[in-house]
């Protein structure tokens, strides 16, 4: 229902059925859509929904159909012609006492802010080195060690996968064709594209998000454990440990701190090469030695990260 179609309706009504988005299944409920993302027919489609020059579903931190289904029904409720429904957060919380109601934290003001501006987190963030999921990262660098110590792909029989168990349904996850995130986050398939086609890693495009039947036979061989063992690690590190069976021997690899990783960052020559893999197919290399030029300059001076803000803003 819309909000003025749901007028003459009772307020007991509206807020039990405005808004409502029947799926192709017909329920007679809202369902509910508990997907992080969507998939779009390109990447020109998706650039154009972050945009806001196409309508459409981005990532469910923005919104979602149950979302959207709750903030129809609100504006029909409420006689409006349309609502948002997200959280901005309150400027004034840290001049409450929020923190000490619901947490107990006595808050030192001064103390929080006594070095604004002296330094920056990015030493302690992590930087992925290829486009999968965070917790399939160690598991990737693992077995291309193993790879690396001369053992074929072809003659691979079974690989596992142990990671702890807060992650290991995850990454169990399987590659779907057409589903692009599901190619991210499937260690199985990541691990499949490690050992047939490498440099589809980098591939963050995947509009198409082809699995083919090589790469999909060598995800079979993957299997996923959850191990407690790896508890120990977790969630300072996200860990994994790799069993690589073949030509009848066993081959074993632990990573604790993946590359990217504070303890492993990638150095200057990683950054660009991971920057040209990914950015190249989308804009070129010109274009991508333009952006890295910009981001590498607005580390330093507030002019140049203004400079990029604004070219950011316009679009690509």
Known sequence: MSASATRRYRPETRLVHAGQLRSNFGETSEALYLTQGFVYESAAQCAARFKGEEPGFLYSRFSNPTVAMFEGRMAAFEGAEAARA????????????????????????????????VSDVYAALSLKPFCSAKQGIAAIEAFRAILDRGVRAETISKVRVRVPPAYAGMIATRAEPGARQSTMVSVAHQIALTALAADRLYDVDRSSAKVDADVAGFAAKVEIIADVRLDAYYPQHWPAEVDVEAGGEVHQQRIVEAIGDPEHPLDHAGIVTKAHRVLDPLLGNDRAAEWLEMAWAAIDHATACRKLAAVFAKGF
Request: glycine share 10%; net charge negative; proline share 3%.
């Open 86 to 117: 997200d959280y901005r957060g309150d400027p004034e919380i840290l001049d409450k006492t929020w923190l000490t109601d619901s947490h107990g934290i006595a808050l030192d003001r001064d103390r929080l802010t006594e070095k604004l501006g």
